[in-house]
């Protein structure tokens, strides 16, 4: 009671009320307070109590809208990755068809110096269609193709840089 007394002697009755309620609202949070009486004194004697309590809300209002923003924009990225990776993916498969089409013995030529690659993943005992469908032995495939017949795959360096620029901002937000 005579530190109820103090305090009216002392502050604001406004103020004092904030400070009280400010106590209850974080302890009906759930906020682990130890000592209850010495942390409501230091709310009723804070003068800037609203203010500052506002001011934390916004912090932690911004620090989680920047976050919930960032996610947003991984997924962005992530999506766009994608569609970007099957563009290049469909503008890498039609340029080998049509150096095919053009040269149809690239493809065998081709074909036989994947097999001959380290790390290509050929397997003498699968037929060519099953090593084809091995990711790593295609995309060497497909890169030997590249360098043989580079005029052929003008158009997909500049989508195989925007998925580079694309896969480094995806690392960053990350």
């Keep these: 009671a005579s530190t109820v007394r103090k305090w009216i002697q002392q502050y604001p009755a406004e103020q004092i009320q904030q400070g009280i309620t400010y106590t209850l609202n974080k302890l009906k949070a759930g906020d682990k307070i130890k000592n209850v009486g010495g942390y409501l004194q230091k709310m009723v004697s804070t003068t800037d109590l609203v203010d500052t309590a506002g001011k934390q809300l916004q912090v932690q209002k911004a620090a ?25 993916r469909e503008k890498t498969d039609e340029a080998c068809r049509a150096v095919f089409q053009k040269s149809p ?9 994947t097999k001959k690659r380290r790390g290509s993943g050929y397997k003498a005992d699968l037929s060519n269609a099953e090593n084809m ?14 360098e043989r017949f580079p ?3 003008a158009g997909v360096v500049d989508l195989k840089k925007e998925v580079s620029r694309v896969r480094s901002a995806v ?4």
């Design 105 to 113: 013995d690239a493809k065998e030529n081709a074909f036989e110096t």
């Design 171 to 174: 690392s960053r937000l990350k």
């Design 133 to 146: 469908s091995n990711p790593t032995f295609r995309a060497i495939f497909k890169m030997i193709v590249q």
């Design 64 to 88: 989680k809208q920047k976050v919930e923003e960032r996610a947003a924009k991984l997924e962005e990225m992530r999506a766009l990755e994608t569609r970007l990776n099957e563009q290049l």
């Design 151 to 153: 005029e052929q795959f």
